[in-house]
């Protein structure tokens, strides 16, 4: 019998499936190199340096020196990187201003095959400092989550290395975040009014454990604080992420809580809990003392006694003990009305 022709056959066959996948591949790699930005400031060679964690929660609006040269003193002189799906490298040229770096780097990670890119993972492994910048959580959670992305970061936090975002950077430096992921392109920021009245719309989305810091675990962040009437919205998110199955109250007292910050407003916290509120304005920690009395899909928030401690520059505050310098105040929610027990009934 002759099987030349039949062996002829198979072996055209396999290098047709040997092209087809080099193909597949290569498209795949040049999806990859249009997506991804890289832009470096600095040495081009990366060195070896000493890092000691920290975490800075920025509230947004125009960024603050002080928090940036805290997050260069702690990268030990190295490389620092900062992340964010959309702008440009403004940054770069910023921080590297401020501090005595061998090199700042911005990546620009604006879809899921820019962060399956292995460089993108060796650059963040790499880095003595990180920063995470406004932008859109969305793209964070949608893009971000459950890639090499999100697992360089958590191996970054294990390690030591210090770590800030702001806006939508500090939207997710918590255990719990709101995603934005309801929002399409034309909506205006979700306000207070609109999440009182239904906690559960579908603009509300919460995502947990995108990064985990130990010393956030049961903390919900919230930027922009006070200039964008926030407050309501905070309220539903922690009615929210303390129910999360909306179950029957458990015995115990709500474990979530709240961190808010203002604009030009940053918290420096060390991982023993030990927080400096720094810039100009405040940052409110919320606890409430009991699970919300109303919490239903279409019906307003009913939630009462929600204690506000409010610390402005210059105070400390413990994320441990969940105590500060502070101004202190209770804050009710009655069918999406907001009441404060402070003179003039102020909810800020």
């Known amino acids: 019998m002759n ?9 055209i066959s396999k290098l047709a499936i040997v092209l087809f996948c080099l193909a597949t591949t290569l498209a795949a ?8 930005k890289h832009y470096r400031l600095g040495n081009k060679t990366d060195v070896s340096a000493t890092s000691r964690p920290g975490f800075a929660l920025m509230g947004g609006g125009d960024d603050l020196d002080e928090a940036f040269r805290w997050l260069c003193t702690r990268s030990g002189g190295g490389d620092f990187l ?3 799906a959309t702008g440009d490298d403004e940054y770069n040229s910023y921080i590297k201003g401020l501090c005595p770096l061998n090199s700042v780097t911005t990546l620009i990670l604006p879809d899921h095959a820019a962060a399956v890119d292995p460089f993108v993972e060796q650059a963040i492994r790499h880095a003595s400092g990180l920063f995470i910048a406004g ?7 949608n893009f971000w989550m459950g890639t090499p992305v999100d697992a360089a970061l958590n191996d ?4 030591g290395v210090p770590i800030g975002g702001t806006s939508a950077g500090l939207a997710v430096l918590g255990e719990w975040a709101y995603t934005a992921q309801g929002d399409k392109l034309e909506d205006a920021d979700l306000d207070s009014k609109l999440a009182l009245a239904n906690p559960f719309g579908p603009r509300i989305r919460l995502s947990h454990e995108f990064l985990r810091i130990p ?3 049961g903390v919900i962040t919230d930027s922009h604080f006070a200039i964008r009437d926030r407050m309501g919205r905070s309220l539903v998110f922690l009615a929210r992420v303390n129910e999360p199955e909306r179950k029957t109250h458990p015995t115990s007292a709500p474990r979530i809580r709240s961190a808010c910050v203002e604009e030009r407003v940053a918290v420096l916290l060390e991982p023993d809990g030990k927080g400096t509120v720094i810039g ?6 919320l606890n409430a003392e009991s699970y919300a009395d109303v919490l239903q899909p279409g019906k307003p928030l009913t939630f009462r006694k929600i204690n506000v401690q ?5 105070h400390l505050f413990d994320f441990k003990t969940w105590q500060g310098e502070a101004t202190r105040y209770t804050l009710s929610v009655d069918a999406g009305t907001v009441t404060s027990t402070q003179a003039g009934g102020g909810l800020y």
Do not use: E
């Open 135 to 141: 932008g859109d959580q969305a793209n964070y959670i």
């Open 215 to 217: 010393i956030l675990k």
């Open 156 to 159: 970054a936090i294990r390690r």
């Open 29 to 36: 790699s040049a999806q990859t190199a249009v997506s991804l």
């Open 3 to 11: 099987y030349s022709g039949g062996m002829t056959r198979l072996r």
């Open 280 to 285: 100009h304005g405040s940052v409110y920690f």
């Open 310 to 314: 409010k610390v402005g520059p210059g």
């Open 82 to 84: 900062v992340l964010r």
